[in-house]
T-cell receptor, first 109, second 117 residues
């Protein structure tokens, strides 16, 4: 079966760095997405990786290793507004998105 | 970036009535739109894939006669929850793939929160 694993919840301090991991087993691979979702709102796109390596976008970076079925989202200089759920999703060989359950990130002052 | 608009944002209805939710791509043509449902504290669950001009593809366990999807144009898809019941109360979100590329970015609507009394 297809499976996306990410931690349920993480806590970090304002100003610090946090890494949210995601491992996957899917039928084929056409890219991995990270989305941010604040409570009660729709998800917003953060990043898309299809090749191995690190993609940096401001305070957020995303890394992919296809051979290991592994990705992480790195958030630097954490701000209180970064408190949200972070969803990892993989597009399989049929171009369907397989979603992880999300990681709830709690930022403390 | 591309914009997807969903309407209404909030809807409250009586049990047994039908509710229609619209999803529009405002500045691009979307041949494929996706409908998701999210229950509190759970992840998004894909309900169906909507293709312009053809029948929607429903995920296993989703009743196609209860959740009617119409994708009549390249900028509009609608989800109708027929004979809604309290257990249908949920957050419904649509998304559209932009740019025509199979691996293009997904753009999400704002979501529609349905409460069935």
């Amino acid at each position: 079966g297809q499976n996306i694993d990410q931690p349920t919840e993480m806590t970090a301090t304002e100003g610090a760095i946090v890494q949210i991991n995601c491992t996957y087993q899917t039928s084929g691979f056409n890219g991995l997405f990270w989305y941010q979702q604040h409570a009660g709102e729709a998800p917003t796109f953060l990043s898309y990786n299809v090749l191995d390596g690190l993609e940096e976008k401001g305070r957020f970076s995303s890394f992919l290793s296809r051979s290991k079925g592994y990705s992480y989202l790195l958030l630097k200089e954490l701000q209180m507004k970064d408190s949200a759920s972070y969803l990892c999703a993989v597009m399989d060989s049929n171009y369907q998105l397989i979603w992880g359950a999300g990681t709830k990130l709690i930022i403390k002052p | 970036g591309a914009v997807v608009s969903q309407h209404p944002s909030w809807v409250i209805c009586k049990s047994g009535t039908s509710v229609k939710i619209e999803c529009r791509s405002l500045d691009f043509q979307a041949t494929t739109m996706f409908w998701y449902r999210q229950f509190p504290k759970q992840s998004l669950m894909l309900m169906a894939t909507s293709n312009e001009g053809s029948k929607a593809t429903y995920e296993q366990g989703v009743e196609k006669d209860k959740f009617l999807i119409n994708h009549a144009s390249l900028t509009l898809s609608t989800l109708t929850v027929t004979s809604a019941h309290p257990e249908d109360s949920s957050f419904y979100i649509c998304s559209a793939r932009g740019g025509g590329a199979d691996t293009g970015e997904l753009f999400f609507g704002e979501g529609s929160r349905l409460t069935v009394l």
